[in-house]
């Protein structure tokens, strides 16, 4: 019964999106617009270290698997914003301890996948010293190249919260460009207010060799984001992001909730899957190629 019910309103969903995503500028010729297409609080890795005995491919993880049908239909290319460290109840796991097992199919998929630092564990901390964050942005970097590729490490990034003031910017190498919020009320990293507003505007601003770019849209539970798309169409540039809990919860969290959660939680996730799969898609018929920014 309650598989019954998610399945329906995941079919209710598809079929209000095919009724509207279909309208574009006209027929799509050659152009240069480009999207970037980003996860943020990725704990995919951590799930993917505890349960490695589950996993004999990479792609057999239902969010891996996911994504690479989207890259395989519509030409996905996505960046996955990850933490160093992941919450496992009393304990954490580190991303140092990532197998190797996977490292030939990271290898190739290089081509449509980047995985980028975003903090240094999902809890925020605005009091983080400058050498623990810089530690553990380079322990990340150094990790992915470890149990994939130094092509996979992304140096478009989004950071926790969007944070990261002058002193800890100042630390860190390798970065080309910061998405800043898609908030215009929010503050981003080291910008002033008249930067943020600038940035705001559509407008990139180079500091100290990075790229300060605005975050466009988010599509979390967004059920008019085909209609919030069309609104940005013209733009040459767009940022579209999600977050993975709004995709994929780890399994062993369903046991500390009620059936009334479960139900409420796999709900969530077959809309936003479906909310994702559809902007994916819009994206593509749109005439966007999916860009690293890189």
């Not at 799930?47 to 993880?61: E, G, W």
Request: with cysteine.
């Amino acid at each position: 019964m309650r598989i019954d019910l998610i399945f329906l309103v995941v079919l209710f969903l598809n079929a209000a999106f095919c009724s509207c995503s279909t309208s574009h500028l006209s027929e799509v010729e050659e152009t240069h617009r480009v999207v970037h297409l980003s996860l943020d609080d990725v704990e995919v890795l951590g799930d993917l270290i505890k349960h490695q005995q589950d996993y004999d491919s990479l792609f057999q993880h239902p969010l891996m698997a996911f994504l690479q049908e989207l890259h395989s239909k519509h030409g996905l290319r996505i960046t996955l914003y990850t933490y160093e460290s992941f919450n496992d109840g009393d304990s954490y796991i580190s991303i140092q301890d990532m197998p190797l097992k996977y490292k030939s199919e990271f290898r190739k998929s290089s081509d449509w996948l980047r995985i980028g630092y975003h903090s240094p564990r999902a809890d925020f901390d605005s009091l983080v010293s400058v050498v623990a964050f810089r530690n553990s942005y380079n322990n990340v970097n150094s990790a992915i190249a470890q149990f994939a590729d130094s092509s996979i490490v992304a140096s478009t990034l989004r950071f926790h919260y969007f944070f990261a003031p002058d002193s800890l910017l100042s630390v860190l190498t390798g970065i080309g460009s910061l998405l800043c919020a898609d908030d215009s009320s929010r503050s981003s990293y080291n910008l002033t207010p008249s930067e943020v507003e600038t940035v705001a505007r559509g407008e990139r601003i180079v500091k100290n060799g990075i790229s300060y770019i605005r975050t466009d849209l988010r599509i979390d539970d967004n059920l008019r984001v085909i209609r919030d798309l069309k609104r940005l169409e013209t733009a040459d540039t767009l940022v579209v992001f999600t977050h993975e809990w709004k995709l994929w919860h780890r399994p062993e969290n369903d046991d500390r909730r009620s059936v009334a959660g479960k139900i409420k939680v796999r709900i969530g996730e077959g809309v936003n899957r479906e909310l994702f799969k559809e902007t994916v898609k819009w994206l593509k018929e749109a005439g966007y190629k999916f860009s690293f920014l890189e």
